[in-house]
């Protein structure tokens, strides 16, 4: 009699890591509304990443990275896409996939450049004025978000 | 071993992930330009009812909601 199957004889295994390094990495950038790119074979994206801006080629180990509000990069030869994110993760798989996940994304061209100074004067002002720990956080959120809006917009 | 690591600042102010990715995504929305403005606002508009339930009894649903009461 056979023994019983167990769960993770259901799940599909873990996609192998080929031998030789892929000469371009598959990008799934979704949003909860919309799939900005679906396995799109790119030579490199470049990652807002709370640690900094991080490039990400083909052949790159495997990471889970937290994304900061700042600007989504996808270069596919000579032409450059440019998303700003508001957030997000993004997880580097060994067989050069990439899933990127955001809240918001928008082309960089969809930013009013109004708006974004006013809300920075708006919540620095608020930072400066804040009483509790959650509102001094909030204004704080404010201030990087804005900061991040005018820096791509200058960049 | 550190497991008191060096938390973000909203973490330390009793937030969580969500309502933080929650709030950078509404300042996100709140400065663009004009009709992908209100695109992203209709659609993240919500409406539901809420109703907390005491002793196996629901009370009043509460109703909350983007679209003004008619």
């Given at each position: 009699?056979?023994?019983?199957?167990?769960?993770?004889?259901?799940?599909?295994?873990?996609?192998?890591?080929?031998?030789?390094?892929?000469?371009?990495?598959?990008?799934?950038?979704?949003?909860?509304?919309?799939?900005?790119?679906?396995?799109?074979?790119?030579?490199?994206?470049i990652i807002p990443a709370t640690t900094g801006q991080m490039g990400?080629?083909?052949?790159?180990?495997?990471t889970i990275a937290e994304l900061k509000?700042g600007?989504?990069?996808?270069?596919?030869?000579?032409?450059?896409?440019?998303?700003?994110?508001?957030?997000?993760f993004a997880?580097?798989?060994?067989?050069?996939?990439?899933?990127?996940?955001?809240?918001?994304?928008?082309?960089?061209?969809?930013?009013?450049?109004?708006?974004?100074?006013?809300?920075?004067?708006?919540?620095?002002?608020?930072?400066?004025?804040?009483?509790?720990?959650?509102?001094?956080?909030?204004?704080?959120?404010?201030?990087?978000?804005?900061?991040?809006?005018?820096?791509?917009?200058?960049? | 071993?550190?497991?008191?690591?060096a938390?973000p600042?909203?973490?330390?102010?009793?937030?969580?992930?969500?309502?933080?990715?929650?709030?950078?995504?509404?300042?996100?929305?709140?400065?663009?330009?004009?009709?992908?403005?209100?695109?992203?606002?209709?659609?993240?508009?919500?409406?539901?009812?809420?109703?907390?339930?005491?002793?196996?009894?629901?009370?009043?649903?509460?109703?909350?909601?983007?679209?003004?009461?008619?």
């Open positions: 009699m056979e023994p019983p199957k167990t769960p993770s004889s259901f799940m599909s295994p873990r996609p192998p890591t080929p031998s030789t390094i892929p000469s371009k990495i598959t990008v799934n950038f979704v949003l909860p509304y919309a799939s900005e790119l679906a396995t799109k074979e790119v030579d490199m994206v990400v080629l083909p052949g790159h180990v495997p509000p600007i989504l990069s996808v270069h596919e030869g000579n032409d450059v896409t440019k998303y700003f994110l508001s957030s997000g997880f580097i798989h060994a067989n050069s996939v990439a899933d990127i996940i955001a809240v918001e994304a928008v082309p960089v061209d969809r930013i009013d450049q109004n708006s974004v100074q006013k809300g920075l004067a708006e919540f620095t002002q608020k930072v400066n004025s804040a009483s509790t720990d959650l509102e001094k956080a909030e204004a704080q959120i404010g201030v990087d978000v804005h900061s991040a809006l005018n820096s791509a917009l200058s960049g | 071993m550190a497991s008191n690591a938390v600042f909203w973490r330390a102010a009793g937030m969580t992930y969500i309502t933080y990715s929650n709030i950078c995504a509404n300042l996100v929305r709140n400065c663009l330009k004009e009709p992908y403005k209100t695109e992203a606002l209709t659609r993240e508009k919500v409406h539901f009812s809420i109703a907390t339930w005491k002793e196996g009894k629901p009370e009043k649903p509460v109703i909350r909601s983007d679209t003004p009461e008619e």
